[in-house]
């Protein structure tokens, strides 16, 4: 399988929430406000970070079975039942056959407050890069773009795009160019956070090939 066959396996179903269906698995990252329809049950469920737009309890407990895996780190993992393994930035884990990397997922220039960044290092958030059919899945999560983006190999990268809480569409773009994925993926936009448009200005400014999603409701 190459990238563009692999991207007709990823599902977005809005804001950082998607679905993944390879490697004989169902995969969803950052579950959140989930189409209010039957999904199917999730393998493995990968969280980047405790905030609420991430970590649902609510939508993780709709595709949740007894069998599902939950990837996150401690300040997400507190607020869930079930199989749960905890991470932090640089984990290497093997979850259902497949290579889980925990990778720094922080701000370093949107501010909640004075000198109060929305993700500061010190939490140690992390985005996710999986091998699934030979291939690399990077989600940024909540980011700037930051310096461990250019140690990040990913054939297929999904970066947020929208600014105030993550890198704008212009950022994204400067990330997209040190990744040098076969293709970007943009994220973090609709659910009142940044405009779909930011989407295809991202498009738009990046060096490499990106796909639009549509978003599955």
């Known amino acids: 399988m190459n990238a563009q066959e692999l991207v007709k396996h990823i599902h977005w179903l809005g ?19 989930l189409p209010a329809r039957d999904l199917p049950k999730a393998d493995l469920i990968l969280i980047t970070h405790h905030h609420g737009d991430h970590c649902s309890p609510q939508d ?16 997400a993992a507190a607020k869930l039942i079930g199989q749960v393994m905890q991470v932090q930035p640089g984990d290497t884990l093997q979850v259902k056959g497949i290579t889980v990397q925990a990778v720094p997922a922080y701000n370093t220039n949107k501010f909640r407050s004075p000198g109060n960044l929305f993700h500061p290092p010190h939490l140690k958030l992390v985005g996710f890069v999986l091998t699934l059919e030979g291939l690399r899945v990077y989600h940024a999560g909540d980011s700037d773009h930051i310096p461990e983006m250019a140690q ?3 054939d297929i990268a999904l970066l947020p795009v929208s600014g105030t809480y993550v ?9 997209a160019a040190d990744i040098r994925p076969q293709i970007a993926i943009p994220m973090h936009v609709g659910a009142d956070i940044g ?4 989407a295809e200005t991202f498009k738009s400014l990046c060096i490499v090939p990106v796909v639009v999603l549509p978003l599955e409701r």
């Open 195 to 198: 405009s779909p448009d930011m």
């Open 152 to 154: 990040t190999h990913a």
């Open 167 to 175: 890198m704008t569409a212009e950022e994204a773009a400067k990330a």
């Open 15 to 33: 804001h950082d929430s998607f679905r993944i269906e390879a490697e004989k698995l169902v995969i969803y990252i950052d579950p959140y406000q």
């Open 60 to 75: 993780v407990a709709r595709i949740q079975g007894q069998e599902t895996v939950i990837v996150t780190v401690p300040d």
